[in-house]
């Protein structure tokens, strides 16, 4: 655009430089030369990324950022893509908001997966990464931070400081950590507070008089035990009735007329005995007298095939209550390969009506770890040797 200086006299604009558009355009482009010029156009649907050092244009098909996360250049991001890709630092405070992310230099804000892949080539310090439906692999550092995937596995190289809440949590050396998870293996833990249902630690360090404290989280099967009981007394008064039932009908099938009747029948039915007409006359005057005794043997005998099909029914409901009990305790062990510094392994019942730990705030949570009560039963206390130990 033209000017002018400070006495109104203008100044003209400087002549553009030349460039060849055909240097601009990079994977997922193409120039159109037209006649009223040329024109660089999209070749593909996806997502624009801009090189600022080539000033190249390219569309791919996940967002590509350079420059990182500040409040200076991008403030915080709302990512619809599939895939992102960081190589400058995502700054503190900064939310990203996103699917997958693969993450090049340290994070120091929030990371939010829907259920992707969060990768964090770096270090993560003093922030957070979480994923609803996925994993999270810091393959640095991370300290001061929190990582969650409820529902997907955690995987650091290195914790310091950090609050770690996941289905299953790898982690190579973890310091002053608090960790939740279901399956949980810890190559060295120091001064760390862990749960879960299974655990295995290489090494379990005290440091700077802080010790390591191990919970096992057992279920409570008391759901199931009033199911089973609720289901075998419904099996019980099944059983009585069957039992009544089948007396009665023993006890009719005991009977003189009812017995002499059901042995001729059962004759003639096989054509073992022909009758002639004086005893078909007798014939047919004894099953007039037994008839009430037959309908009553006919609603017996229907009585008791109606029960045993609801015994077996229920049967096959407690087996399946009991299997899913037994499959609820599987997996609950502990196992520290070597203990150096001193170390607390208990066990504690999960009950029903309480707020699950992950739930808890962090300051209530780490109580809750370190807390000895009723609810807890000790395992192991000690500073040396190796501990092993699983449920039965």
């Known amino acids: 655009m033209d000017g002018r200086d400070i006495s109104g006299i203008a100044l003209p604009a400087s002549q553009p430089k030349d460039f060849d558009l055909q240097k601009l355009a990079g994977p ?6 037209e006649k009223d010029g040329e024109f660089l156009l999209a070749s593909v649907c996806g997502f624009l990324n801009i090189d600022l050092r080539s000033n190249q244009f390219s569309v791919t098909d996940k967002i590509v950022s350079h420059e990182g996360v500040s409040v200076r250049t991008t403030g915080d991001l709302l990512l619809t893509g599939e895939e992102y890709e960081q190589y400058g630092e995502i700054q503190e405070k900064r939310i990203v908001r996103c699917r997958s992310i693969t993450a090049y230099a340290d994070v120091f804000g929030n990371i939010l997966s829907s259920g992707g892949l969060v990768c964090l080539k770096h270090n993560l310090v003093g922030g957070s990464a979480s994923n609803d439906q996925g994993d999270i692999f810091v ?17 650091v190289q290195r914790a310091d400081n ?19 998870a279901e399956e949980l293996t810890v190559e060295v833990a120091e001064a760390c507070a862990l749960a879960g249902r299974s655990m295995h630690l290489g090494v379990a ?3 700077r008089e802080l ?5 096992v989280l057992l279920p409570d099967l008391s759901s199931y035990e009033a199911r089973i009981a609720a289901l075998q007394l419904q099996r019980a008064l099944l059983e009585k009735v ?9 006890a009719l099938r005991g009977e003189k007329d009812v017995a002499r009747y059901l042995l001729v029948g059962g004759k003639l039915r096989r054509h073992e005995l022909t009758l002639n007409a ?3 006359l007798s014939w047919r005057r004894l099953s007039e007298l037994v008839a009430p005794a037959l309908r009553t043997l006919s609603q017996l005998s229907d009585l008791v095939k109606e029960k045993d099909a609801e015994w077996h029914a229920l049967e096959a409901q407690i087996n399946e209550v009991v299997a899913a009990r037994d499959q609820s305790c599987n997996g609950l062990a502990c196992t520290v390969e070597r203990i150096e510094g001193e170390t607390r392994i208990r066990a504690m019942l999960v009950r029903l009506a309480d707020p699950p730990l992950t739930d808890l705030p962090h300051k209530d949570l780490k109580a809750r770890l370190r807390k000895t ?6 395992l192991f206390s000690g500073s040396t040797g190796r501990f092993s130990w699983v449920y039965s």
């Open 139 to 155: 393959e640095g550092r991370a300290s001061g931070s929190t990582l969650i995937a409820q529902h997907g596995c955690i995987n």
């Open 211 to 215: 010790e390591n404290v191990l919970l």
């Open 242 to 250: 069957i039992t009544e039932s089948r007396t009665r009908i023993d």
């Open 205 to 207: 360090r005290s440091r």
């Open 162 to 180: 950090c609050l770690i809440l996941g289905r299953k949590v790898v982690v190579g050396q973890a310091t002053n950590c608090d960790i939740v």
């Open 278 to 280: 004086e005893q078909q």
């Open 373 to 378: 009560d009723a609810a807890t039963k000790r």
């Open 28 to 33: 997922g482009t193409h120039v159109s030369r």
